[in-house]
């Protein structure tokens, strides 16, 4: 059973610091992994997905790497926003279809 | 093209009521998936389902919780004698047939209180 945590729970940093999160994965057998944004009251946005066969994606000022052996993925956020400020889930596939999510960091930019 | 669709956004229900959730996926998307985040705790995965097939109910407890999505309309989650437990965000997400559903859009959630 794949079991995905998500430290630190909470994370607050001035507006311009560069945000580190950090996702780890019990089973290296992974389909994929996933960094979703969820605003309070709202759904889930994927922002990146990186292949098993990948070592990290990159959009805009986000960066996502994934190391299957160690059982880790780490979100980067470069020069954060207040506009950032929200929770952040990381969720691993074992197959095609199932995701299993962490507990998320709920990151706050402070302007 | 709209996204996935769930309605209602808050429900609100006595212990013992029933509650019915429902999930319009998107345009073209014939697999839908259900999610359950309780207070404090990450997602976990319910059920998928393709029209009129469940493919994996792991998730689903065994007592009192059913899922359909049939042929024509939105796919339906639906819990019988809520219990406080009960109590929780529910998501929705779709994804095209010949994709996977790791890739799959969300919805923006039920949000189920249950007095």
């Known amino acids: 059973k794949q079991e995905v945590t998500q430290i630190p729970a909470a994370l607050s940093v001035p507006e311009g610091e560069n945000l580190v999160l950090n996702c780890s994965f019990t089973d290296s057998a992974i389909y994929n992994l996933q960094w979703f944004r969820q605003d309070p009251g709202k759904g889930l946005t994927s922002l990146l997905l990186?292949?098993?066969?990948?070592r990290e994606q990159t959009s805009g000022r986000l960066n996502a790497s994934l190391d299957k052996s160690s059982g880790r993925s780490t979100l980067y956020i470069a020069a954060s926003q207040p506009g950032d400020s929200a929770t952040y889930l990381c969720?691993?596939?074992?197959?095609?279809?199932?995701?299993?999510f962490g507990a998320g960091t709920t990151v706050t930019v402070r302007a | 093209n709209a996204g996935v669709m769930q309605n209602p956004r808050h429900l609100v229900r006595r212990r013992g009521q029933e509650a019915r959730l429902r999930c319009s996926p998107m345009k073209g998307h014939s697999h839908v998936y259900w999610y359950r985040q309780l207070p404090e705790e990450g997602l976990k995965f319910m059920v998928y389902?393709?029209?009129?097939?469940?493919?994996?109910e792991s998730g689903m407890p065994k007592e009192r919780f059913s899922a359909e999505f049939p042929k024509e309309g939105p796919s339906i989650l639906r819990i019988q004698q809520v219990v406080r437990g009960d109590s929780a965000a529910y998501f929705c997400a779709s994804s095209p047939q010949f994709d996977g559903g790791a890739a799959a859009f969300f919805g923006p959630g039920t949000r189920l209180t249950v007095l």
């Open positions: 969720a691993a596939s074992s197959n095609d279809y199932k995701l299993s």
């Open positions: 389902l393709q029209k009129e097939n469940i493919i994996d």
């Open positions: 990186i292949q098993s066969s990948q």
